[in-house]
């Protein structure tokens, strides 16, 4: 394969895209974010990636805690809604009629209408530059009852959720293997 040198960037394809709310409940706030990840798996936590300039870093570094929801594909126009107005300027609930609901270990809410919800509390603030890189630990996770299995656990694989890559939000769903398979006989 041929191959040439490209412009340093993150090229790491996919990253989800999903709704972050944050602020107090009477004035909470979303934020559509793609660049967040899984960073440790006990204690469970997640890392978030937000410029300075946003209102909800600044919300999320007074409240020091965060919820990720994760958006369905019929939820795409509210998701980039909220990605391309501040809520500086904007109710983004009152704009877009989501719902929102009192998380249950934070004292933020979570979107009623994205079937999971993982509340984080901050536990550190790296400033990167461009970026400033949240640390939370999940603290509790709501999921819809038709996501999560007989043995409790969650299985997304029909859970109708899309990505984001180069400007696009894609859909997801298209079962490759599973874990270890390529080394079971
Ligand atoms: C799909 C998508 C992904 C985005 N990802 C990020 C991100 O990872 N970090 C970030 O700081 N802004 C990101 N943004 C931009 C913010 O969502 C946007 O600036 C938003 O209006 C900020 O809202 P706020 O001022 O209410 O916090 C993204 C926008 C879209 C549409």
């Given at each position: 394969?041929?191959?040439?040198?490209?412009?340093?960037?993150?090229?790491?394809?996919?990253?989800?895209?999903?709704?972050?709310?944050?602020?107090?409940?009477?004035?909470?706030?979303i934020?559509?974010?793609?660049?967040?990840?899984?960073?440790?798996?006990?204690?469970?936590?997640?890392?978030?990636?937000?410029?300075?300039?946003?209102?909800?870093?600044?919300?999320?570094?007074?409240?020091?805690?965060?919820?990720?929801?994760?958006?369905?594909?019929?939820?795409?126009?509210?998701?980039?809604?909220?990605?391309?107005?501040?809520?500086?300027?904007?109710?983004?609930?009152?704009?877009?009629?989501?719902?929102h609901?009192?998380?249950?270990?934070?004292?933020?809410?979570?979107?009623?209408?994205?079937?999971?919800?993982?509340?984080?509390?901050?536990?550190?603030?790296?400033?990167?530059?461009?970026?400033?890189l949240?640390?939370?630990?999940?603290?509790?996770?709501?999921?819809?009852?038709?996501?999560?299995?007989?043995?409790?656990?969650l299985d997304?694989?029909?859970?109708?959720?899309?990505?984001?890559?180069?400007?696009?939000?894609?859909?997801?769903?298209?079962?490759?293997?599973?874990?270890?398979?390529?080394?079971?006989?």
């Amino acid at each position: 394969m041929a191959k040439v040198a490209i412009k340093p960037g993150t090229y790491l394809y996919p990253v989800p895209a999903v709704m972050v709310t944050c602020g107090p409940r009477v004035k909470p706030n979303i934020i559509t974010l793609a660049w967040v990840g899984t960073v440790c798996s006990d204690p469970p936590m997640l890392s978030i990636a937000i410029r300075p300039s946003r209102y909800s870093n600044e919300l999320i570094k007074q409240h020091g805690e965060f919820a990720v929801n994760l958006p369905t594909v019929d939820l795409v126009r509210v998701t980039d809604y909220c990605g391309s107005v501040s809520g500086r300027k904007v109710d983004k609930f009152a704009a877009t009629g989501l719902t929102h609901v009192p998380a249950k270990a934070i004292e933020t809410v979570v979107i009623g209408e994205c079937p999971v919800n993982i509340e984080c509390q901050v536990t550190q603030v790296l400033p990167l530059g461009a970026h400033d890189l949240f640390l939370g630990k999940v603290v509790a996770v709501q999921a819809a009852e038709a996501l999560v299995n007989e043995a409790g656990n969650l299985d997304l694989s029909h859970a109708e959720l899309f990505t984001y890559s180069g400007s696009r939000y894609l859909r997801l769903g298209h079962l490759l293997g599973t874990h270890g398979f390529s080394v079971k006989g």
